[in-house]
């Protein structure tokens, strides 16, 4: 239809959908490896057991897998773009919250929120 999206009338541009799926999943690639490479650290800082480190790994994990499809009903109920802001600037609050983390329980609580927010900024 000529660059343009039937239901909304708006000029479909594909080169920001592609940048913004991008962002998403380099962002999702770099938390994981962030968490992965300060495990050491995160053991001996905040003194926690290895059932702690792996339930700061999986906790973001399980989050996410579970809440994928609901993420993408939101996307399509109220909007991609909204639901992406949204879900982005949730995942940005629990990455600060994770990375000033006094004890390894509200850790694990940030890496659910983010995990929480995942699907929302990745459906789009």
């Not at 300060?38 to 700061?56: F, G, K, R, V, Y």
């Not at 390894?104 to 929302?120: D, K, N, S, T, Y």
Request: proline fraction near 4%.
């Amino acid at each position: 239809m000529n660059g343009v999206s039937a239901s909304t009338h708006r000029p479909f541009r594909p080169g920001w959908t592609l940048a913004l799926v991008s962002v998403a999943a380099f962002l999702t690639s770099l938390d994981v490896m962030v968490v992965v490479t300060a495990l050491p650290t995160i053991q001996e800082e905040l003194n926690a057991s290895l059932a702690d480190l792996e339930w700061t790994v999986n906790a973001y994990n399980l989050a996410f897998a579970c809440l994928m499809l609901i993420g993408s009903a939101l996307g399509d109920r109220f909007g991609r773009l909204k639901s992406y802001v949204f879900g982005l600037a949730v995942f940005t609050l629990a990455s600060a919250m994770a990375a000033l983390a006094p004890s390894v329980e509200i850790l694990i609580l940030a890496r659910v929120l983010q995990g929480i927010a995942g699907p929302g900024w990745r459906s789009r």
